[in-house]
């Protein structure tokens, strides 16, 4: 049985690591014209990934009410903003597989994006040694 799995030009060893970093955090006092702008959110979301060294697959985003919730789906996982205007408040997650992605650079450009004065910012690895 052949141990390695062709995924696009990338061959990835099934006993080899797997690389996954994941940041998050809570923004407090963003600016909320931009909260509530689906189209700015959709962009600041695409730029991110171009920042991270991300492939984006797909983008998504829906309005709840005042709020938006965007999603992009990359290659090498995803982003998420969830939006609260009416709290100045927004939740982001930026997770990567990809060893030669920077989920830091995107999470902070998103930040910076939303004029966050207050950030409580969470880091995980997710990474798999065999």
Not at 11 to 32: A, F, I, P, Q, S
Not at 101 to 111: K, Q, R
């Amino acid at each position: 049985m052949d141990m390695v799995q062709s995924i696009g030009r990338r061959k990835v060893g099934l006993g080899g690591r797997v690389v996954g970093r994941h940041v998050y955090g809570n923004l407090y006092e963003c600016n909320t014209g931009v909260l509530k702008n689906i189209d700015t959110l959709m962009d600041i979301t695409l730029n991110a990934a171009i920042i991270g060294n991300m492939t984006v697959l797909d983008c998504k985003a829906w309005k709840i009410g005042e709020g938006v919730s965007v999603i992009a789906i990359i290659l090498e996982s995803h982003i998420a903003i969830h939006t609260w205007p009416e709290y100045s408040f927004a939740t982001v997650d930026v997770y990567s597989c990809g060893a030669h992605t920077d989920p830091e650079a995107a999470f902070n450009y998103i930040v910076k994006s939303l004029g966050a004065r207050r950030v409580v910012k969470g880091s995980a690895n997710r990474s798999y040694a065999v």
